[in-house]
């Protein structure tokens, strides 16, 4: 059973992972009538023992429409002529999606603006409105 790790102890397996073979859209030309080269990866984030809470939640979230109802997260590849380069490339996109998640986002503390940049807006404004004032046609009343 193949494990891969995504952050401390942190990991999924083999056995986690669930693939259907299916005809691909792509290119191939009549290759693509007869052969599935087409991955489509299952995964069962919801019932997963190997992820921490925290993971979970996050990768719920950047899944987006890629989540099912039931917990599971679908991926399907069909990128490549061949079974082997689509399964790779499912897996490596389920993996990152996994390790993006399980980095915590920074958060922005958030600054106020300085008294100098505050006049230095004001007079750009003030001279910016004169500016526009001299273009208008002199009035003589």
């Known amino acids: 059973m193949e494990q891969f790790p995504i952050s401390g102890s942190n990991y999924i397996t083999d056995s986690d992972l669930t693939e259907l073979f299916v005809r691909s859209s792509g290119p191939?030309?009549?290759n693509v009538n007869k052969v599935?080269?087409?991955v489509l990866l299952r995964f069962d984030l919801k019932?997963?023992?190997t992820l921490s809470p925290y993971i979970k939640t996050r990768a719920s979230e950047l899944a987006g429409s890629r989540m099912t109802k039931s917990g599971e997260i679908l991926i399907q590849a069909e990128r490549f002529r061949t079974q082997e380069q689509n399964r790779a490339d499912a897996r490596d996109r389920l993996l990152k999606l996994l390790k993006q998640a399980s980095e915590r986002p920074k958060f922005r503390k958030p600054?106020?603006?300085t008294l100098a940049s505050k006049?230095?807006?004001?007079?750009?404004?003030t001279q910016r409105g004169s500016t526009k004032q001299n273009r208008k046609k002199p009035n003589f009343d």
């Not at 006049?119 to 404004?125: D, I, N, P, T």
């Open 119 to 125: 006049k230095r807006r004001l007079e750009k404004k």
């Open 36 to 38: 599935s080269t087409a």
């Open 28 to 30: 191939g030309g009549q």
């Open 111 to 113: 600054t106020r603006p």
């Open 47 to 49: 019932n997963c023992e």
